[in-house]
């Protein structure tokens, strides 16, 4: 027999333990409401769609080690708690509530003895990658009457969407909006009538908080495809300023906007933007003429040529990110109102038409919830305005119309927000 000769611990009971270093990790991901855990086993917790209570071994033996990751950061919304099992944790008996709440917390833990029992090694919080947003923000738009409005809905982590809030900054419809610094989101560009463009922004704070106007740095232009892009900056790109366009202006992670720079592709507007991948993201759709095409925008912000289109080409779609690493495309303008959608995987490559589900239109938003684990939907015109909203799962499955609130009204603008 051949192979490296490694340290082992000796436990009390004369049994050799696996080396930390040897941990014997889990590869099913645990999504569920309890587990059972093992010793000399590490374990990925995703606490996404609910809380997780862990029970630890009932009879461990010294030098026990166990490893829990949060592994969609999702700790903080969804807590871990740990029932020891009838054994101490810290010196401290069964009967004290053990939760772990702290994004991208990682937690190591290895039984000491009957005294003070489990002891944690580390119980530290992933600092080194960016904050995920758990909420979204409708925002702007114009309404049955034909008027431009101000006024916001929040969207709670489960889709719950808020009534009307009184609107802060220029009214406007045809704006778009986008995530940037991890929680905080930007409304930019529009129409505020009779083809009066602006290039106002308006920042959003963590909590949802939308922010007065601040001066237009790029050219005035509405209908721009936007999304956030690397691990905490936004793009608009694309629009109609007096001609489609393929201006773009880059957000830093502090929600300043660059002047106007050219992206790759086809002028257009009537154009969508979503995450997708690690660092990437994709625009998609617009009208020019109706077109299906996709440009590539990696982590600097360099969007890429046309991308040879795939499904319905239209404009006024609705675009989000899906399952931590997917983007869709939903909805839309033809000759008329669609509601077919485009998944959109990890590698950026689009999806043949899969038929929709709830009220065809254009001119909808969508935004992200969860860590971008799932999506809302919500808004547009069928042929009057709608509020209805539709929930997007973790695998791009849009859910029937939900009752909607608030204002009904098109071509209004969604970001995500918050930690």
């Given at each position: 027999m051949s192979g490296i000769i490694v340290n082992n611990v000796a436990r009390a009971s004369g049994t050799i333990a696996a080396t930390p270093g040897g941990l014997d990790w889990s590869t099913a991901v645990v999504t569920a409401s309890t587990v059972t855990v093992e010793a000399g086993r590490g374990y990925f917790i995703?606490?996404?769609?609910?809380?997780?209570?862990?029970?630890l071994p009932a009879s461990?033996?010294?030098?026990?080690?166990?490893?829990?990751?949060?592994?969609?950061?999702?700790?903080?919304?969804?807590a871990v708690t740990l029932d020891s099992n009838g054994n101490n944790f810290q010196g401290e008996d069964d009967t004290y509530i053990v939760d772990y709440d702290t994004v991208?917390?990682?937690?190591?833990?290895?039984?000491?003895?009957?005294?003070?029992?489990?002891?944690p090694v580390s119980d530290d919080a992933v600092v080194d990658v960016g904050v995920a947003p758990n909420q979204a923000i409708f925002a702007y738009g114009g309404n049955a009457a034909g008027n431009k409005v101000s006024m916001s809905n929040l969207v709670n982590l489960n889709g719950v969407v808020s009534a009307d809030v009184t609107g802060v900054g220029t009214q406007r419809n045809r704006t778009a909006g986008a995530n940037y610094g991890g929680d905080k989101g930007i409304f930019a560009f529009g129409d505020k009538?009779?083809?009066?463009?602006?290039?106002?922004?308006?920042?959003?704070?963590?909590?949802?908080v939308i922010a007065a106007d601040t001066s237009a740095v790029g050219t005035a232009k509405r209908d721009c495809g936007s999304t956030g892009y690397g691990d905490d900056l936004a793009i608009f790109a694309y629009g109609y300023i007096s001609d489609y366009t393929t201006?773009?202006?880059?957000?830093?992670?502090?929600?300043?906007?660059?002047?106007?720079?050219?992206?790759?592709?086809?002028?257009?507007?009537?154009?969508?933007?979503?995450?997708?991948?690690?660092?990437?993201?994709?625009?998609?759709?617009?009208?020019?003429?109706?077109l299906n095409v996709s440009n590539l925008v990696n982590s600097s912000g360099v969007v890429s040529a046309d991308v040879t289109g795939?499904?319905?080409?239209?404009?006024?779609?609705?675009?989000?990110?899906?399952?931590?690493?997917?983007?869709?495309?939903?909805?839309?303008?033809?000759?008329?109102?669609?509601?077919?959608?485009?998944?959109?995987?990890?590698?950026?490559?689009?999806?043949?038409?899969?038929?929709?589900?709830?009220?065809?239109?254009?001119?909808?938003?969508?935004?992200?919830?969860?860590?971008?684990?799932?999506?809302?939907?919500?808004?547009?015109?069928?042929s009057g305005m709608t509020?209805?909203?539709?929930?997007?799962n973790s695998s791009g499955v849009i859910a029937a119309d939900q009752t909607g609130v608030g204002t009904a009204r098109q071509e209004l603008g969604a970001t995500e927000f918050g930690s």
């Open positions: 995703n606490t996404t769609s609910n809380a997780c209570t862990v029970t461990p033996a010294v030098g026990d080690q166990i490893v829990l990751v949060d592994y969609a950061r999702t700790w903080a919304t969804n991208g917390q990682s937690l190591n833990i290895v039984f000491s003895d009957s005294t003070k029992g489990w002891l009538g009779s083809a009066d463009l602006t290039g106002v922004s308006n920042l959003v704070s963590n909590v949802g201006a773009r202006n880059l957000i830093s992670n502090t929600g300043v906007v660059a002047s106007d720079t050219t992206s790759g592709g086809t002028a257009r507007s009537g154009t969508q933007g979503a995450r997708y991948g690690t660092g990437t993201a994709i625009i998609a759709y617009g009208t020019g003429s109706l795939v499904g319905t080409g239209r404009y006024g779609a609705s675009s989000a990110s899906y399952g931590g690493d997917k983007a869709f495309f939903a909805y839309g303008w033809t000759a008329s109102v669609v509601s077919v959608k485009n998944l959109v995987t990890n590698e950026g490559v689009v999806g043949s038409d899969v038929t929709g589900v709830g009220t065809a239109r254009g001119y909808s938003t969508a935004a992200s919830l969860g860590s971008f684990q799932t999506a809302i939907c919500g808004y547009g015109r069928p509020n209805v909203t539709n929930l997007v």
